[in-house]
């Protein structure tokens, strides 16, 4: 089945840098791969999603790219600011489409 | 518009006690699904549901029941707690499948197993 790695597990920033969170995917048959957020004691929350049919996708300050050949996608914040610390966690569809796998999560934590 | 709703947000049980964590939807989703959620390991899944009647097993289904008798419901019951269902759990409906849209999820329900 799908699997997916997520790096790195902590990153800290400081406030107005640029932040990246790396994901790989095993399935080269997954077409889906969104983002959540999930702030301290909340639910996870879709920041931003992305489909295999394109490369990169961009929301005001938030930005993913996908590699399809590497099967590899990322998540890139900038102009970070301290509401954007959090819990990340990158997704993939799976084969059939009827399954998320998430990864294990990035601790983000932007430092003022 | 409630979105995903579970109940209860905290529990406490006992080594081999059952109980049921509760979920519903007004979206009218057909795709409904179970994670739980522990430290360093993401979101797991337990069990899915496309649609009213149909039910299939995730990642980690042992320890856990779940049935979709209407497209707004969907209960996860635990048949024998054990300390190793200690966790956080969540609910989350889609509105077809897992792989192309949006999941939206419930807040969480809290479990602690003694």
């Known amino acids: 089945g799908e699997n997916v790695e997520q790096h790195p597990s902590t990153l800290s920033v400081q406030e107005g840098d640029s932040a990246v969170i790396k994901c790989t995917y095993s399935d080269s048959a997954s077409n889906y791969f969104p983002w959540y957020k999930q702030e301290l004691g909340k639910r996870p929350q879709l920041i931003i999603d992305i489909r295999s049919n394109v490369g990169e996708k961009k929301d005001q300050r938030i930005a993913v790219t996908l590699n399809k050949t590497a099967k590899h996608f990322s998540l890139h914040i900038t102009e970070t600011q301290p509401e954007d610390s959090a819990v990340y966690f990158c997704a993939a569809s799976n084969r059939r489409g009827n399954k998320l796998v998430f990864g294990a999560g990035t601790i983000l934590r932007v430092k003022s | 518009n409630a979105g995903v709703t579970q109940t209860p947000k905290f529990q406490v049980l006992k080594t081999g006690q059952s109980m049921t964590l509760q979920c519903a939807q007004d979206m009218n989703h057909e795709y409904m699904s179970w994670y739980r959620q522990d430290p360093g390991m993401g979101l797991r899944l337990i069990h899915y549901?496309?649609?009213?009647?149909?039910?299939d097993q995730g990642e980690v289904p042992n320890g856990y029941n779940v049935s979709r008798s209407t497209t707004e419901d969907f209960p996860l019951r635990l048949l024998s707690a054990a300390p190793s269902q200690t966790s956080v759990y969540f609910c989350?409906?889609?509105?077809?499948?897992?792989?192309?849209?949006?999941?939206?999820f419930g807040q969480g329900t809290r479990l602690t197993v003694v």
């Open positions: 989350a409906s889609s509105y077809i499948w897992a792989g192309n849209t949006e999941a939206f």
């Open positions: 549901s496309v649609g009213a009647g149909i039910t």
